[in-house]
C-alpha cells in the first residue's frame, strides 16, 4: 500500500444500481495506490463503456506503477487524455456510442502525497479532526450558478436542472481536468463517490456515517443502503479509504460496470 513510516491505505469499494435504474453506468476502483469513481452517461450503453474504460484506464497506470512525486499530476494527467483518445476511437467504430462520456474523480498516492484529479459531478471528501470538507468542485450548470451567486446552494439542491454537467471526458480534447497535489493525514478519511450518493444523501448524514463507522467496507455498505432507502433515483458507487498505521496490503478492487466489461484502452 501507499507507504510513509509504516502507514498505509485500508480501503473499500462498493457499488449498487440503485432502484430506479435497469442497468450500472458507475465504475469504481481501489488498490494500494489509486482510488477512482467514474459516472458514465450516454445511450445505447455508453455510459457503461465510457465508466469502464476511465477504470480499465486507470487499472493500467496501476500496472506501471511506481510513479513519484511530481510526476503523480503528470500520471492522472496521462489517464484522462488516453481515456478521452480512447472514447473517441470507440464511438469512430460504434457509431451507436457516440456521445458517451464519464466523471472521472481519482485520487493516486505517494506515501502521504497524493494527486487529486477531477472532472465532472462525482466527488471527494475528506474527514479530518472532526469536520467533512467537499475537496472537488463540481463541473454543474447549478454549481456555476452558485459560484457566480445567482442561486444559493440550498435553491441548488432543488434545481430543476441540477444533474446538467458541463465538463466530462467525452473524446475530444486531452480530457480538461481539475489537478491537484495534497498531503494526508494520519486519521484522515477519504470518499469517493457518484452523484447516485449526494443527490439523496446530505452531508450531515455523510458526516455521521463516516465518523460512526470505523470499517470502510460497512460504512460504504451503509452509505449505498442510505441511498436507496431515499429513493436510489440514481447508480451508487462509493470508494472510501482511510490514512494511517494500517498492514500493506496488494488488494485490487473492481467494481460497477468495469466488472462486467473488460475493455482494452
Known amino acids: 500500500m501507499a507507504q510513509n513510516e509504516g502507514l498505509a491505505l485500508r ?39 465510457a465508466s469502464s474504460l476511465a477504470v480499465t484506464t486507470l487499472a493500467a497506470l496501476d500496472e506501471r506503477l511506481p ?41 493516486l498516492w505517494d506515501g502521504a502525497a497524493f494527486a487529486l484529479a477531477h472532472v465532472g459531478d462525482s466527488r471527494a471528501y475528506m474527514l479530518r479532526d472532526g469536520a467533512l470538507f467537499q475537496i472537488t468542485h463540481d463541473h454543474t450548470l447549478v454549481q456555476s450558478l452558485v459560484d457566480d451567486g445567482r442561486i ?21 480534447g486531452d480530457g480538461e481536468l481539475d489537478l491537484t497535489l495534497r498531503e494526508a493525514r494520519p486519521g484522515d478519511r477519504y470518499l469517493l463517490c457518484s452523484d447516485g450518493l449526494t443527490a439523496v444523501v446530505g452531508p450531515e448524514t455523510l458526516f455521521n456515517t463516516l465518523t460512526d463507522v470505523g470499517d470502510p467496507d460497512e460504512a460504504a455498505r451503509l452509505l449505498i443502503d442510505l441511498a436507496n432507502r431515499g429513493g436510489g433515483p440514481d447508480n ?30
Open 11 to 49: 480501503y473499500a469499494a462498493r457499488s449498487d444500481v440503485g432502484v430506479r435504474r435497469e442497468s450500472n453506468e458507475d465504475s469504481g476502483y481501489a488498490s494500494a495506490r489509486l482510488l477512482a469513481v467514474a459516472d458514465g452517461m450516454g445511450g445505447h450503453a455508453g455510459g457503461e463503456v
Open 152 to 172: 444559493t446552494p440550498e435553491q441548488a439542491a432543488e434545481h430543476p436542472r441540477r444533474s446538467m454537467v458541463l465538463r466530462v471526458l467525452e473524446g475530444t
Open 67 to 107: 510513479v513519484t512525486g511530481a510526476d503523480l499530476q503528470d500520471a492522472l494527467r496521462g489517464v484522462a487524455r488516453d481515456v478521452n483518445h480512447a472514447l473517441r476511437e470507440m464511438a469512430e467504430r460504434e457509431p451507436a456510442l457516440r456521445g458517451m462520456g464519464t466523471t472521472f474523480t481519482a485520487m
Open 236 to 265: 451508487i458507487t462509493c470508494v472510501i479509504a482511510d490514512f494511517g498505521p494500517y498492514p500493506a496490503s496488494a488488494e485490487r478492487l473492481v467494481v460497477g460496470a468495469a466488472t462486467e466489461r473488460r475493455l482494452t484502452p
